[in-house]
């Protein structure tokens, strides 16, 4: 009877560490990441599964693989493209409320006359009482702060009052 309590118990210890172990194991990493899954698959399988591509059409799928774990950047589709992004922000005024949409229209008309490279990319709009211009659609940080810089320097009198916002941006391609 004591025997069979013991092997009960080995038992249930083993299942219980199981349990443990095999959710992590099934978790690790298997190889190297640049491993040719073709190669991996066939090794796996002990020589029951053999795969013939030509090697022409495996260096563009393992390059395509490869350049799917680099991006980390949204996927741009051709067409219209609706995003979170970033503009940058040249207008922003609540007080005398009879001047300010020509006002905040004429400071991106002012932009577009400097900058051509802006037309179609000025939005002007209102969130009760304030009215605000934003320009440009940029999909990181990076390139909004550079052109931030060029904006602020070709605009020193309102350059105080431009800043990067995160935005919804539109990316035609």
Known sequence: MASLN???ATFLIFVATGGYILPVAAQSETGSKSENPVKSIELGSHGNVVISIPDDILDLLISDQDMVK???GPVI???INKMTGYRIQVFSDGR????????AKARGSAIVSR?????????T?????NWYTRVG???NSEDAASALAELKRAFPQFASEMRVVKSPIVIIK
């Not at 005398?96 to 006002?103: A, D």
């Open 77 to 79: 589709k051709p067409g």
């Open 115 to 123: 900058f051509p490279k802006y037309r179609g990319q000025i939005y």
């Open 137 to 139: 659609n940029f999909i």
């Open 125 to 129: 709009f209102s969130s009760a009482p």
């Open 96 to 103: 005398s409320q009879h001047s300010l949409e020509s006002r």
């Open 6 to 8: 013991k092997l009960i």
């Open 70 to 72: 680099k991006s980390n």
